[in-house]
């Protein structure tokens, strides 16, 4: 999921919690949405074809 930071970049956060610190973990920091969708893409597929 991406937010938008108050910086006025955007971060990727996984979608699931962390279990240790109960905050999602952070993926990456972009400095445009289509950057970090972009990337965002890329993680979905390498989950699925590493």
């Known amino acids: 999921m991406i937010r938008k930071l108050k910086t006025g970049g955007y971060r990727i956060y996984s979608r699931s919690k962390d279990p240790r610190t109960g905050k999602r973990r952070?993926?990456?920091?972009?400095?445009?949405?289509?950057?970090?969708?972009?990337?965002?893409?890329?993680?979905?597929?390498?989950?699925?074809?590493?």
């Open 26 to 50: 952070n993926l990456g920091t972009f400095a445009t949405h289509a950057a970090a969708e972009k990337h965002e893409r890329e993680i979905q597929y390498f989950k699925r074809h590493h």
